[in-house]
């Protein structure tokens, strides 16, 4: 029995020799095809504008968890606040608190930010347009530019650093 045994095993072992030699034999002779080109991506301004629930979600997910998780508070800032009047937060302890009333403004009110509470803010008159230009320093007004019903953050799509920032005015913080 014990000779059947050993038997056995060597055909096992000497199959699976010759079915690993016979693989590499077959897989080593494979060519590649040629991979099709794929179609360059589209740019996003050339896009549909955004849904009032994708508007919605982004700021969830970028500014709201974003201002949640965030330890710098400097680097969170200069991402993605303008503040009125060209103000730039330089300490930490600034930041802090500025941090802390956007967090009560935010986190604490964060069930307001829904597609029913969004409005837009936009004017025709070029004199307030100016104005608002003038007192964020942009180059360009937001497009698009929105608020939620019971929260004093405006949020707007920068075209020149190509993302959403909150408009803030530092007097009410």
């Not at 803010?121 to 608002?132: G, L, M, S, W």
């Amino acid at each position: 029995m014990d000779t059947f045994l050993k038997f056995i095993l060597m055909l096992l072992v000497i199959l699976t020799i010759g079915q690993i030699i016979y693989s590499y034999m077959t897989f080593s002779t494979f060519n590649c095809p040629d991979c099709p080109i794929c179609p360059p991506q589209k740019e996003c301004s050339n896009l549909f504008p955004p849904s009032n629930s994708e508007i919605v979600r982004h700021i969830h997910k970028n500014m709201v968890i974003g201002l949640e998780d965030s330890v710098d508070g400097i680097l969170f800032l200069k991402q993605n606040v303008i503040f009125a009047n060209n103000l730039k937060v330089r300490f930490e302890t600034d930041a802090e608190s500025v941090l802390s009333k956007m967090r009560t403004e935010l986190i604490d009110n964060k069930n307001k930010i829904n597609k029913e509470n969004l409005k837009y803010v936009q004017t025709t008159d070029n004199v307030k347009v100016e104005d608002f230009k003038n007192q964020f320093n942009l180059t360009e007004y937001p497009a698009p530019l929105v608020i939620f019903t019971g929260i004093d953050i405006l949020f707007g799509w920068v075209e020149a650093d190509n993302q959403w920032k909150m408009l803030i005015n530092k007097d009410k913080y």
